[in-house]
C-alpha cells in the first residue's frame, strides 16, 4: 500500500504579520514530502480548526511572533477538543519564552520549536507524531466477518445449515497451521464458518472436547490488522498471537486472549483484498 | 583638479562655512589619541569629473558621502530607540526614561490591533492588546501616552502604516491641546503601504484607496506640518522577511517611485512633497557590504529624483535614512552574543551615514526588550558616538577599493531590479502579482538551507553550541492591561458627545467617496473622540480590505 503523505496546515493564529518562519517552514515540510496547506495572515481560532477539520489534516503548525501564543494556542486546542478533532497533532513555533513552554504543553500544544530549531528536527517530529497518532486513531472494525463455530464433523453439521436453515455454502478450506478443516456458509453480509479439527492436538479439538461442539469464537473484519493489534496491546489488551498468521483464504488472522475480552475469543481477520473478498463465492 | 570638481569643492567649502556659522561643531578640534588632527573630509589627491558624478561632497549631489556637509562632526546622529507596550501610562514611563538617559528621539511601537485598525475590545484584537506595542483606541490614549512630554521639543517617530492618518491625526490634536501649532511638530510616521503588503502584513484597504490616503497625508503635511517626515519607506521589514541588501535597496527605491507617482498623480509638485519623504533600513551582518548599501542607495535616489522627476530643491534628492539593527539576525541561544552583533550592525549604519538609529536589544529573539537590555541596546549607540572617534570624520571609507567596489556593484544591481519591476508596471504591480513576496521568500528559504547546513555559520545556534543556562528575565506585559484597556474604552464610549461622534463618522464617509482630501476630516473624527477603530471601519466600508495574494 503506497504510504499516504502527511498533510499539515501551517497557519498564523491573530493579527501577527511576520511570516517568514512560517512560510519557511512550509517550503521544507513539502521539501520533506507533506503535503502543506498555508492560511495566510490573521486568522481567528475558530477559521484555523474549521480549515484544519476541511482539509483533513494531520497536524497544525501555529506561528506567532507577537506574544499572543498563550492565548491563542490553547484557544486552538480547545476548539479542537470541542469538535471531536482533537487527534489533530499541535505544534508551534515563533517568539515564545522558554517559561511558556510548560504551559502551552500541559494546554495540549505537542512541541514548541524555538529560534534555531531546524526544519529537519522539526519535520521528523511531526513524522514521529502523527506515525503514533495514527495509531491511536485506527478504524474501528468493519463488521463481523464470520461466527466460528467448533464442529466434530462439516459432513455431519451442514445438512442442518444447508438444508433445513436454507444458507448457502461459500466453499471450503483447510488451515494446516491450525489443523481445522472449514466450511464458510454465507448469511447476509457475514458468515458462518464451521470448524473441524483434523488432529486431536488442534486447539479446535482440545476445545471440542472440553466444551462439546458450539460457539468458538468471533472474527472483526479489519482492513489494517497490525496497526489493530499494535492498538489493542498499546491498550492493554493481551494477545494470543502477536503477529498476524495466515488464515482460511489468505486472509490475515490473529487472536485475542480471552482472559481480556471477557471470555469471549476474539479473532482479528483481514481479508487479503476487498477484490477476493467479493470474488469469494466463486472458489 | 578638473574645473567641474573644482567648483563643486568651493561649493562645498562654501556651503560647510554657513553652516559652521549657525551650527559650530561638536568640538573645535578633532583628533586622535595620538593628537593627529582629524580633518573634516578627506578627498583623492586628483579630484576629476569622475569622481565629483559617483562620490561628491557631503550634502551635494548625488549624496554618496552624505546628506549634511560636515555629518556627525556637526551633531550626532538622532539616537532613536523604538519602544511601547502595554498600556499608554507605562509606555509614558519608558519614554519619560529613555529621555533622561539621554536619547534623543521618541519612538512609538503600537500593539496590533492599533495597527491594523481594531479597537481594543473588538474580537479579532483577542490576545493580542498591549502586546507589542502601546495599545491606543482614542485621542484620549494618546493624552497619556504624550503626557508631559513637550511636542516642540522632541521628534517623534511612529511605526504606523494602514492608520497612519489617523494616529498623526490624534498627534496634531494633543500638541493643540498642549498649545504646540503643528507647523512646530517634527517626527515621522511609517506610512509605507507597499511594504505592508510586501513582507509586514498590517494592511488594511486594496493599493488604490492605501496610495490615496497616502497622498492626502503628503498635501496636508506639504501645507500644515512641514518639518514632518510624511513616510519612512522601509526596506527593514523585507530584509527581516529574508531579502538581501540589493534586494533590500531595489525593493525599496521601487516603493518610493511608486509613492513619489502617486503623489505627482495626485497634482502635487515634487519639491512640495518629495524633502519630507524619509526611508528606513536594516543594518544587518555583512559589515561592508552594509556600508556600500547606504552610500549607493543615496546615489540612485538623487539621480531617480533629479532626472526622472525633475526635482529641483537639494533635500528632494537627499535620501535621508533611519537605520534598525538586523532583528532577524539576534539568536535566542547565548542570547549576551547579540549586544556585539548590534555593536557591528550599528558601526556599518554610522559608517554608512544613517540619521538614526536605533540599535536592538539583546533579548529580542526572546520577548520585549527588558529595561536593563533597552538601555545596554541604547549605551551601545553612545560607545560607538563617543568613544571610537568614527563620528569625528565624514564618510571614512570613501575611496577604499573594496567599498567603492561594493557601492558600484550594489548600485548595478539594484539599477536591474528597478528596470525589471518598472517592465511589471512599477511596484503596485509587482506587489499585486505577488513578484516581491516571492523574491524575499526564495532568499529566505535558501539562507535556512545554507544555516541548516552549515555552510553559512551563525555564532552559538548552529555552532560553538553550550549547555545553555537558564533563559534571563523577560518582559511580560500583564494581562490585566487588556482588561484596563478594554475598560477604559467603554468608559469613554459612554461620557464622549455621541452626537459629535456621529456626526464626524458620517461626514469622513461621505468624503471618502469623493476625492476631496480626508486628512482634515480625520481631525475632526479624532478631535470628537472616534476611535481607530470606528474610524478605519467606516473607511473599510467605502474602501474595502485587502486580501493578500
Known sequence: MEKEKIRVLIAKPGLDGHDRGALVIAQALRDEGMEVIYTGLRQTPAQIVSSAIQEDVDC???????????????????????????????????????SDIPYLEE????????????????????????????????????????????????????????????????????????????????????????????????????????????????????????????????????????????????????????????????????????????????? | MSRKAEEQYLKWQEETTKKLERFPERKPKFTTSSDIEVDRLYIPDELDDEYVEKQGFPGQYPYTRGVQPTMYRGRLW?????????????????????????????????????????DSD???????????????????????????????????????NAPASVLLAMYIAVAEKQGVPSHKLAGTIQNDIL?????????????????????DIFAYCAEN?????????????????????????????????????????????????????????????????????????????????????????????????????????????????????????????????????????????LALPTEESARIALRTQQIIAHETGVADTVDPLAGSYYVEHLTDTVEEKVMGYLDKIEKMGGAVSAVEQGYMQREIHQQAYETQKAIESGEQIVVGMNQYRIEEEEQPELLRVDPALAEKQKQRLEQLRKKRDHAKVEQTLAQLKKAAGTDENLMPYILDCVRAYATVGEICNVLRDVFGEYQAV
Open chain 1, 60 to 98: 497544525i503548525g501555529l506561528s506567532s511572533l507577537s506574544g499572543a501564543h498563550n492565548e491563542l494556542f490553547p484557544e486552538v486546542i480547545r476548539l479542537l477538543k470541542e469538535q471531536g478533532a482533537d487527534d489533530i497533532l499541535v505544534v508551534g513555533g515563533g517568539v515564545i519564552p522558554e
Open chain 1, 107 to 283: 494546554q495540549g500544544v505537542a512541541k514548541i520549536f524555538t529560534p534555531g530549531t531546524s526544519t529537519k528536527e522539526t519535520a521528523d517530529f511531526i513524522r514521529e507524531q502523527v506515525k503514533k497518532k495514527k495509531l491511536n486513531r485506527i478504524e474501528a472494525p468493519r463488521q463481523i466477518d464470520h461466527i466460528g463455530i467448533a464442529v466434530r464433523s462439516i459432513e455431519e453439521s451442514l445438512p442442518l445449515y444447508r438444508d433445513v436453515l436454507g444458507l448457502k455454502v461459500q466453499g471450503y478450506d483447510t488451515v494446516p497451521s491450525e489443523k481445522v478443516k472449514v466450511a464458510f456458509i454465507e448469511i447476509g453480509e457475514t458468515r458462518i464458518e464451521l470448524l473441524e479439527p483434523t488432529d486431536p492436538e488442534s486447539a479446535i479439538a482440545r476445545y471440542i472436547e472440553k466444551n462439546g461442539e458450539g460457539i468458538h469464537h468471533i472474527a472483526f473484519q479489519v482492513t489494517d490488522i497490525e496497526g489493530h493489534l499494535d492498538h489493542v496491546k498499546q491498550k492493554q489488551v493481551r494477545l494470543i498471537h502477536e503477529q498476524p498468521k495466515p488464515g482460511a483464504h489468505d486472509s490475515l488472522i490473529a487472536f485475542l486472549h480471552p482472559k481480556s475480552t471477557g471470555g469471549v475469543l476474539m479473532e482479528l481477520c483481514q481479508p487479503k483484498t476487498p477484490e477476493q473478498n467479493g470474488g469469494r463465492e466463486h472458489e
Open chain 2, 78 to 118: 538622532t539616537m532613536r530607540q523604538y519602544a511601547g507596550f502595554g498600556s499608554a501610562e507605562e509606555t509614558n514611563r519608558r519614554f519619560r526614561y529613555l529621555l533622561e538617559q539621554g536619547q534623543t528621539g521618541l519612538s512609538v511601537a503600537f500593539d496590533l490591533p492599533t495597527q491594523i485598525g481594531y
Open chain 2, 122 to 160: 473588538d474580537p479579532m484584537s483577542v490576545g493580542e492588546v498591549g502586546k507589542v506595542g502601546v495599545a491606543i483606541d482614542s485621542l484620549e490614549d494618546m493624552e497619556v501616552l504624550l503626557e508631559g512630554i513637550p511636542l516642540d521639543q522632541v521628534s517623534t517617530s511612529m511605526t504606523i
Open chain 2, 195 to 215: 511594504k505592508e503588503y510586501i513582507a509586514r502584513g498590517t494592511y488594511i484597504f486594496p493599493p488604490k484607496p492605501s496610495m490615496r490616503l497616502i497622498t
Open chain 2, 225 to 365: 506640518v512641514p518639518k514632518w517626515n510624511t513616510i519612512s519607506i522601509s526596506g527593514y521589514h523585507m530584509r527581516e522577511a529574508g531579502s538581501n541588501a540589493v534586494q533590500e535597496v531595489a525593493f525599496t527605491l521601487a516603493n518610493g517611485i511608486a509613492y513619489v507617482e502617486a503623489a505627482i498623480n495626485a497634482g502635487l509638485d515634487v519639491d512640495d512633497f518629495a524633502p519630507q519623504l524619509s526611508f528606513f533600513f536594516n543594518g544587518h551582518n555583512n559589515f561592508f557590504e552594509e556600508i556600500a548599501k547606504f552610500r549607493a542607495a543615496r546615489r540612485i535616489w538623487a539621480r531617480i529624483m533629479k532626472e526622472r522627476f525633475k526635482a529641483k530643491k537639494p533635500k528632494s534628492m537627499q535620501l535621508r535614512v533611519h537605520t534598525q539593527t538586523g532583528g532577524s539576525t539576534l539568536t535566542a541561544q547565548q542570547p549576551d552574543n547579540n549586544i556585539v552583533r548590534v555593536a557591528i550592525q550599528a558601526l556599518a549604519a554610522v559608517l554608512g551615514g544613517t540619521q538614526s538609529l536605533h540599535t536592538n536589544s539583546r533579548d529580542e529573539a
